[in-house]
C-alpha cells in the first residue's frame, strides 16, 4: 500500500527506450512514459500498436529487447513477474484471470496469498474486497457461471485484492453494458482516491477512457506518439490523423 510520506513527485513506474522484438517484428519500440502516484493513466492505440506487449514488459511476463523499467526508482529491468508483483504492480489479462470453476471468494482469495498471512485476515481481505466490487452476493458463486461482466469485475477483485500501489487493466471494459461501464468506472475512481492506488487501464472505449483517465498514452506502430490529458489528445492533431480520425473514417 502507498504511504503518505511517498514522494508524490517521484514515478511509481518509468520506462526509457522500452523496446520489444519478435524476430523481425518491433511490437514496442523506444517508448518512455512514466505513471505518477494516484493517476488513472490510460495506454490506448489501434489494434496491434504495441499496448499488450507494454503490459507483459512492465509486469515482468516479457524481458524487454532493449531499454530499462524503473520501479519507484529501483531499477527492474529483466526482473521476474514474481519480483515485479511483489515490489507493488498487479495486472489483468485481456482474455480473462479466473478460474472459472472455483467459487467468487475463491478466486478473489488468490489474490491475498501474496503478502496476507493467515487465513482469517485474507478471508477479510477477500470480503471487503468483494463488498467494495459489489460482489458480496457472489461469493458462493462458481465464477465460470456468471454473467460476462460480473467476471470481469471478479478478474479486477483478484488483482485489488493484493492492494496493488499499480493496478494494471487490460481491456477491463470489453462485452460490458452501459450501466456496468459506469459502475466499473466509479470503481476505478474509488481505487485511486480511497486506496492511493494508480491505475494504468488499456482500453479501446473512447468515451469512457476520456471520461476517467488524468493522462493518456497513444501507441502508435509500437511507438508513443503522444502523451498529455484527455483535452490535449482529443485535440492532438498526430493523433487525429493515425488514431482517432482513421477509427472514425472506418
Ligand atoms: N508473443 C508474440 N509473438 C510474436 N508477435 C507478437 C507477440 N505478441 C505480440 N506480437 C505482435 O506484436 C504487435 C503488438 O501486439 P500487441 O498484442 O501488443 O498489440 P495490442 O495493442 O495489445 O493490440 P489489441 O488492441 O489488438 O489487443 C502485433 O503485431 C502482434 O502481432
Ligand atoms: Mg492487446
Redesign the pocket.
Known amino acids: 500500500m502507498q504511504t503518505e510520506s511517498q514522494n508524490s513527485t517521484e514515478p511509481l513506474l518509468k520506462t526509457s527506450g522500452l523496446t520489444r522484438r519478435?524476430?523481425g517484428?518491433i511490437?514496442?519500440n523506444d517508448v518512455d512514459f512514466e505513471i505518477r502516484p494516484r493517476e488513472i493513466l490510460g495506454l490506448i492505440?489501434?489494434?496491434?500498436?504495441?499496448?499488450?506487449?507494454?503490459f507483459n514488459l512492465i509486469s515482468g511476463f516479457y524481458k524487454p529487447s532493449s531499454g530499462s523499467l524503473k520501479i519507484l526508482g529501483s531499477d527492474c529491468t529483466g526482473r521476474s513477474s514474481m519480483v515485479i508483483s511483489r515490489m507493488g504492480l498487479v495486472r489483468t489479462f485481456?482474455h480473462g484471470s479466473l478460474m472459472p470453476s472455483m467459487t467468487v471468494h475463491e478466486n478473489i482469495l488468490l489474490g491475498t496469498l501474496h503478502g496476507i498471512r493467515g487465513h482469517a485476515a485474507r478471508r477479510k481481505r477477500a470480503e471487503e474486497t468483494a463488498e467494495m466490487l459489489g460482489l458480496t452476493s457472489y461469493l458462493a458463486e462458481s465464477a465460470g457461471t456468471l454473467p460476462h461482466g460480473i467476471q470481469r469485475l471478479v478478474s479486477i477483485g483478484i488483482a485489488f485484492a493484493a492492494r496493488p500501489r499499480l493496478l494494471c487493466l487490460d481491456?477491463p471494459l470489453t462485452g460490458l453494458n452501459q450501466t456496468e461501464v459506469t459502475d466499473t468506472l466509479s470503481m476505478l475512481e474509488r481505487i485511486r482516491d480511497d486506496f492511493g492506488c494508480s491505475v494504468l487501464l488499456?482500453e479501446?472505449n473512447m468515451k469512457a477512457v476520456m471520461q476517467v483517465c488524468d493522462r493518456i498514452v497513444v501507441?502508435h506502430h509500437?511507438e508513443v506518439l503522444a502523451t498529455g490529458t484527455p483535452t490535449e489528445i482529443r485535440s492532438d492533431q498526430n493523433v487525429i490523423n493515425a488514431y482517432l480520425g482513421h477509427r472514425h473514417g472506418n
Request: overall charge neutral; proline content about 5%; charged content about 10%.
Open positions: 519478435f524476430g517484428l511490437a514496442v492505440g489501434p489494434n496491434g500498436a504495441g499496448k499488450s506487449t507494454t485481456q481491456e488499456v479501446h501507441l509500437g
